[in-house]
């Protein structure tokens, strides 16, 4: 008899990290179809509307979806936010809650894009630094200016990356740069 394998999905454990937790749990909230009562909420009819059986049906689903999304939510935070969520009756009033006090300010994300744009301008390739480590480290201060509401196109991450290259590639970056055309290229083919 073969055995079979059940796969259990990691929940992503909230650390304060807001944006990076958001973006992870919202791709998990989707994938188990649960997203749409954490977006838009489970709508209750007025209490003088009679609903028809199907439309009852329908309900009850929507309420078990968001039984089941507040559950991974649950799941995802710690217990000392959790005991100042508990109130919240449904997921889109715990995700709610969640971004409100841990999303940022308007004025906390603009002051947080500048200097991470400050890092992007200073950024230069270390000596000895390995030209993956180099790529990853620009690739995640791009990526966080990108979440913060930076409008950056690929090309000026290919070039910053480029420019930036300690002098020992410099015959490595005259390469790419003669034989491909740096303002159509993606990342993944540089």
Not at 176 to 181: M, P, Q
Request: glycine share 2%.
């Amino acid at each position: 008899m073969a055995s079979e394998t059940f796969v259990h999905p990691t929940i992503l454990l909230f650390d304060g990290h807001y944006d990076y937790w958001s973006m992870l749990m919202e791709n998990f909230l989707r994938s188990k179809e649960y997203w749409t009562v954490v977006f838009s909420r489970v709508a209750e009819p007025a209490a003088s509307f009679v609903l028809t059986d199907a439309q009852k049906l329908e309900l009850e689903g929507q309420k078990l979806k968001d039984l089941k999304a507040k559950n991974y939510l649950f799941q995802a935070i710690d217990r000392s936010i959790l005991e100042t969520i508990l109130c919240k009756e449904t997921s889109k009033q715990i995700w709610d809650s969640m971004k409100k006090k841990y999303e940022g300010t308007a004025k906390a994300k603009r002051a947080r894009l500048q200097a991470l744009r400050d890092d992007f301008k200073t950024l230069h390739m270390k000596s000895g630094e390995s030209v993956s480590d180099y790529f990853s480290t620009t690739m995640a201060i791009a990526n966080k200016m990108i979440i913060y509401g930076d409008k950056m196109a690929d090309v000026t991450i290919i070039e910053k990356i480029l420019r930036s290259m300690t002098s020992k590639f410099n015959y490595v970056v005259c390469s790419i740069e003669e034989s491909k055309d740096t303002d159509s290229m993606s990342i993944d083919e540089l």
